[in-house]
């Protein structure tokens, strides 16, 4: 991944001229917090999806919905000039100021489906999961409550959930929330049968999530985003995109890597950190990171702009760059 710089390709979400950092700079404590993505679809589409905070007192964040038709290598978007826009579908606004992290799990039957989850970190301190399908409206299928604090000392309000991870391991699905706020975090397991009792489309039981315990979140250096991975001997790791410094869109990107075991659950320390490229600009860990994983094992490594920009082609206007880069 780190020597494939040049493999790095670019498309554009045709986002919001208020999701901006305007002249005056009065929006830059708002900014895109999370980036995930879906497989490639049957029609050769893929789905892109964005959070966004606004914290100006009465605001509302936001989670967005993009569909990415332009060309493909297998699931890795490839680039055009002038770039892709991927139009909007839909501009979620939602009763929480700081959407978090984001993460999207496929529906049962490799369909074109599935739920996008979303860590609300200020005003709600839980994860929202929502059914998705193409061409349709994001739809609450529930929430799940993990009982952080309500305050942060010092910070009143804002020390909630901003981390999530979800994969399936065996026949158990393994749902992590944690927060860097407070260094722990808790996991919830779901029988596959329990999860999805009807084998069908939209067919979710998020109650089927079960609380196992609280775990220590080793996670430092205030990365945008966390994920599990499997590597090909079938050991697991948690990767957490982080820029240095951690809030420059113009930062050195790393991916970490921490160990994971299941039985019990348990995140190790730091194993590892590995430097990362994207092309040159304002793409980068300190707005968002995500990765995706094909049928092939490829790994794909994605982020995009923290805010939007004035240079869409055509009559996009206000757009934001995502690169996405492979492993081979």
Known sequence: MAANRNKCTSFYLDTLERMSNDFFNTEGDDHHQGL??????????????????ELDEGDQG??????????????????????????????????????????????????????LL??????????????????????????????????LPGDPGRGGPNFLFIDRVGDCYHLGIASD?????????????ALFPKCEQGSMNVSAFKPEGMFPFPVTGRPSQTKLIRDGEGNWYLLAFRSDPWHDPRGTDYVDVYGVEFSPFAIS??????????????????STGTHHVEDSGRLLLSSSYRWSEDEGPGASSFVSRVDECPSS
């Open 118 to 151: 979303v860590a609300e970190e200020f005003d709600n301190r839980r994860v929202t999961i929502y059914r998705w399908e193409p061409f349709h409206d994001l739809a609450v299928q529930g929430h799940v409550f993990q009982g952080f604090p309500s305050t």
């Open 36 to 53: 995930a993505r879906t497989h490639k679809l049957s029609d050769g589409s893929i789905y892109f999806f964005l959070s966004h905070s």
């Open 269 to 286: 320390y730091l194993l590892l950190s590995v430097h990362v490229f994207f092309k040159p600009g304002k793409t980068g860990f300190a």
């Open 62 to 115: 936001s989670v967005s919905q993009y569909r990415y038709s332009g060309p493909s290598d297998h699931d890795h978007i490839l680039e055009t000039a002038p770039l892709t826009v991927a139009p909007l579908e839909q501009l979620l606004e939602i009763d929480e100021q700081h959407p978090s992290d984001i993460a999207f799990l496929p529906d049962v039957n490799d369909l074109d489906a599935g739920y």
């Open 181 to 193: 706020h407070w260094g722990w975090g808790e996991l919830l397991r779901a029988k596959e049968a």
